[in-house]
């Protein structure tokens, strides 16, 4: 079964920093991998997606993620972090019909 | 447009005792999920309906879980009796169409204490 695996568990920066967070995933294959994102007293909400294609991904609020096949990666990355990016990250896999989640990763991010 | 509501936010029980979470989907969303969130961990997968049917419920643990969802809308989890151990987020999901389609809507979740 696929597993979804977060380098960081809690990461803080300062405004204007740059963001690299990492997600790896347990097995290849065609896959369709995912970011979400929960804003403290929010709900989950979809950052991007990859299914096909350029594995250069852009999302929503000037987040992109790169696919690394031979790595089985996914990392999201953004060029300068603001303080409402304050949020908690996962990543996730399609696993059959099922999507399975990564731990997240808190990110805080300073005034 | 309206997104997934579930109710109640917050509920604090004493062990043994039953508990109910109620969820309401996106309009015209056949697919409907139950996630279980632990603190400091991502979702995990109770059930997955299409439309009325339970079709993946696996991870289910059907001694003292069990889920409806009446005419393929609304759906209730319930916790019967309720273990210290089951104090989580219990989140609820739906899409449009299948997986595929890349994209799960989700409540806001409902936190359950058990004490």
């Known amino acids: 079964a696929q597993s979804v695996s977060q380098h960081n568990h809690h990461v803080i920066l300062s405004e204007a920093a740059s963001l690299e967070l990492g997600c790896n995933y347990s097995y290849g294959g065609t896959v369709n991998l995912f970011w979400y994102v929960q804003y403290p007293g929010q709900h989950l909400q979809l950052l991007l997606k990859?299914?096909?294609?350029?594995?250069l991904v852009k999302g929503i609020k000037g987040f992109e993620a790169e696919f690394i096949k031979s790595k089985f990666s996914f990392n999201l990355r953004k060029p300068s972090v603001q303080w409402s990016d304050t949020a908690e990250y996962f990543c996730?896999?399609?696993?059959?019909?099922?999507?399975?989640f990564g731990p997240g990763t808190r990110l805080s991010v300073l005034p | 447009e309206a997104g997934v509501v579930q109710s109640p936010r917050y509920k604090i029980i004493e062990k043994k005792q039953p508990v109910a979470f109620w969820c309401n989907p996106i309009s015209g969303h056949n697919t409907l999920y139950w996630y279980l969130q632990n603190l400091g961990q991502g979702p995990e997968l109770l059930i997955r309906y299409e439309n009325e049917e339970a079709v993946d419920d696996s991870q289910l643990p059907k001694d003292r879980f069990s889920a409806e969802r009446l005419k393929g809308v609304d759906s209730t989890l319930k916790i019967q009796p309720a273990e210290l151990g089951d104090s989580a987020v219990y989140l609820c999901?739906?899409?449009?169409?299948?997986?595929?389609?890349?994209?799960?809507?989700f409540g806001e979740g409902s936190r359950l204490t058990v004490l």
């Open positions: 996730a896999v399609i696993q059959g019909q099922n999507f399975v």
């Open positions: 999901a739906s899409s449009l169409g299948l997986v595929s389609t890349g994209e799960l809507f």
């Open positions: 990859y299914f096909s294609g350029d594995p």
